[in-house]
């Protein structure tokens, strides 16, 4: 089969779904292809590493250990495949990639130019990467918005890209705002037709429109947009806003996407088995409330903890589970005494020092109440740290990314491999690690999924540089709270939990196991932490 490029770009505003509809367009041709998602980014960053994650979003860990941008996590999940990180492309690698070729002499007594070199060098790079990584079609998204200095480079090499392609086998998907002002009562179209305007002053010819709006499109829209476009009314589409963005592939489907999809590229595939297993998963009735507090340090920013939502999300599907998230902020104050309310509790990964205390505290009443409780990275250090001050009576015991002078109770320190490092980008213990399992619960748990592996190894992704302190580790093994999982090389501790007969559910882990919940399969230590509610 040829090589199939699927391309998306947007309008108007940031956030109103470009990575969904670049993963819905996905999802139906991955039932048959193998789809290679490609995500441009006009930053400088060379990654998304040194960005806040405030601005950003949380920092998705890939399984080659790329940190790249989190719409790679929902890429993931909806094409059931893993990226590798030079599918993540940003102006500052294209940059970095010109000037080393500059330097190298590749352009020897040439003018070193935006166009041809710098759109060149972008087409070379998406083609390269497509082929590095294979499969059949590839799927590229521009970020930001048509019209941002940033990604204007972009957009030139996607139409020289286009250009040297059959029909069939490209396809340009538009993303646009169709808003309805506070004071009128009517769809306004006219930022979608202007945004046409620009695009084809820039040689780009759309030939599928997505309009976002709270509701569906009307037919009067529809048709002022498809007349503006050039496009007949069947290739302009609407996502509504909607509680899940699960359900959006099957809305797309009911209004023949897939189809147009099929009929466009000239190819075909099955009705997406997807969209059915979805579909059942999403149709259960969510019968029992719970409350889960996710007790953060971070900016008032849901995205910060993207995955971790999302693999609520995944388990409240699976159980029929009517969960509302609760984000307890510890950078402000105690937040103990709202945490009566919690069925269970989340404490996620991060970093530095702020809001540590507070959720010390926290650990220590979920610990003394029974809550059941998920310690995430940076959690699970939180969780040791609570248990060798208030239990085994360490009252010194810290992390060393706390209190730089906390030697010799630091019960937290930094891993070895760590401790000559200069370079901080990309130096973290990242990738997806192999951890033995001791026959214990967790064993139990990954027992019952494909996502145990021979000799009772499990993989998951880990993105830290500090670990459990290997000469507490014989103190920690206290009767009651037993580690039973390490890395298969180091033996460093990556799995804690509680004995079951002391709490219903005190476990920890030095993993990211969000990073791989899956609707259709969500990461085992949610399952079991809201299974553990319900008793
Ligand atoms: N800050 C901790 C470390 O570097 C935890 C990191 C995390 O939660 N991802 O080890």
């Not at 940031?14 to 290679?36: D, P």
């Not at 040194?50 to 719409?71: I, K, Q, R, S, Y």
């Not at 220590?364 to 250090?381: A, D, H, S, W």
Request: hydrophobic share 40%; aromatic share 10%; glycine share 6%.
């Amino acid at each position: 089969m040829r090589k199939k490029y699927v391309v998306v770009t947007g309008w108007v505003i940031s956030g109103i779904g470009k990575w969904v509809t670049t993963a819905c367009a996905g999802f139906f041709l991955a039932e048959r292809f193998g789809v290679t998602p490609i995500k441009l980014d006009g930053y400088l960053n060379i990654d998304p590493w040194t960005m806040n994650p405030f601005e950003h979003g949380e920092v998705f860990v890939l399984a080659d250990g790329a940190e790249v941008d989190m719409d790679f996590g929902h890429y993931e999940r909806f094409l059931w495949n893993e990226s590798m990180g030079v599918q993540s492309i940003s102006m500052g690698k294209i940059y970095a990639g010109i000037l080393e070729k500059e330097r190298r002499g590749d352009f020897l007594w040439k003018t070193v130019q935006m166009i041809p070199h710098v759109t060149d060098h972008i087409c070379e790079r998406i083609e390269q990467v497509f082929s590095q990584v294979g499969g059949d079609v590839c799927l590229i998204e521009v970020g930001g918005t048509v019209g941002d200095i940033e990604v204007e480079l972009y957009l030139e090499a996607i139409r020289q890209m286009k250009r040297h392609k059959r029909k069939e086998d490209f396809i340009h998907i538009h993303l646009t705002y169709v808003p309805i002002p506070g004071w009128v009562d009517e769809q306004k179209t006219k930022p979608t037709q202007q945004s046409i305007n620009l695009l084809q002053s820039k040689w780009l010819f759309p030939e599928i429109i997505i309009a976002r709006w709270k509701e569906e499109l009307t037919q009067e829209s529809r048709e002022k947009i498809a007349l503006f476009s050039n496009l007949r009314e069947e290739r302009v589409f609407s996502i509504p806003d909607v509680a899940s963005v699960y359900t959006i592939p099957s809305i797309l489907e009911k209004q023949s996407f897939d189809s147009l999809l099929e009929g466009k590229l000239n190819t075909w595939f099955e009705k997406a088995r997807k969209t059915q297993i979805w579909e059942e998963l999403l149709s259960k009735e969510k019968k029992t409330k719970m409350t889960v507090g996710i007790i953060w340090k971070y900016m008032a920013l849901e995205d910060s903890y993207s995955s971790v939502v999302a693999a609520l999300e995944h388990v409240s599907m699976q159980l029929g589970l009517d969960i509302e998230i609760l984000f307890l902020d510890t950078r402000e104050g105690d937040v103990v005494e709202q945490l009566s309310a919690l069925d269970a509790c989340i404490i996620p990964g991060g970093f530095w020092n702020t809001g540590i205390e507070n959720m010390l505290s926290t650990i220590r009443y979920v610990r003394e109440n029974k809550i059941p409780c998920l310690g995430i990275c940076l959690g699970m250090q939180l969780m040791i740290i609570e248990f060798c001050r208030n239990i085994l009576n360490i009252p010194r015991a810290n992390s060393l990314e706390f209190d730089e002078h906390c030697h010799p109770y630091d019960v937290i320190t930094l891993l070895e491999d760590q401790k000559e490092l200069i370079q901080l980008w990309g130096t973290m213990r990242l990738w997806k690690q192999s951890t033995l399992l001791d026959d214990w619960q967790i064993y139990n748990l990954y027992k019952k999924t494909s996502r145990l592996q021979k000799g009772a190894q499990i993989y998951e992704r880990f993105r830290h540089r500090y670990e459990v302190n290997p000469l507490y580790a014989d103190k920690i093994e206290h009767a009651w709270l037993k580690i039973s999982g390490r890395s298969k090389r180091q033996q460093i501790v990556q799995c804690i939990e509680m004995d079951p007969s002391i709490h219903p559910y005190f476990v920890g882990t030095q993993a990211h196991p969000e990073l791989t919940s899956r609707l259709e399969d969500p990461a085992p230590l949610f399952l079991w932490l809201m299974e553990s509610t319900m008793k």
